[in-house]
């Protein structure tokens, strides 16, 4: 089993910032694009940022020049640094890999979900 744990998340006022962080553990043989997802009341969860193994990265429009992702394969690890935060940015926000557990078993996995509020 592969559990994906974040953290990092709170309430900060608009302009500010926040980053978050989600680390995986497990049975892990190596781990393919990892990337950030958001929610917010009423809405359908959106894509925020991706990043695949070699680095490359992929935002949506809404957030950039603002937010900023970069992982860390040795630490299997994963961080989102939002800065120039604004009140739409309010989420659950949700962490997301894809994992090899085998070399013939890829899994996608989710992690709980950590709050965001910006406050105007």
């Known amino acids: 089993q592969v559990q994906l744990v974040e953290s990092g998340g709170g309430l900060v006022q608009a302009g500010g910032s926040l980053r978050l962080s989600c680390a995986a553990s497990?049975?892990?043989?190596?781990?393919?694009?990892m990337g950030w997802f958001r929610q917010a009341p009423g809405k359908q969860r959106e894509l925020v940022a991706v990043?695949?193994?070699?680095?490359?990265?992929n935002y949506a429009d809404s957030v950039k020049g603002r937010f900023t992702i970069s992982r860390d394969n040795a630490k299997n690890t994963v961080y989102l640094q939002m800065d120039t935060l604004e009140p739409e940015d309010t989420a659950v926000y949700y962490c997301?890999?894809?994992?090899?557990?085998?070399?013939?078993?890829?899994?996608?996995?989710w992690g709980q979900g950590t709050q965001v509020t910006v406050s105007s």
């Open positions: 990043i695949a193994r070699d680095g490359s990265t």
């Open positions: 997301d890999f894809e994992v090899w557990i085998s070399e013939t078993s890829l899994r996608l996995y």
């Open positions: 497990g049975d892990i043989l190596r781990i393919n694009t």
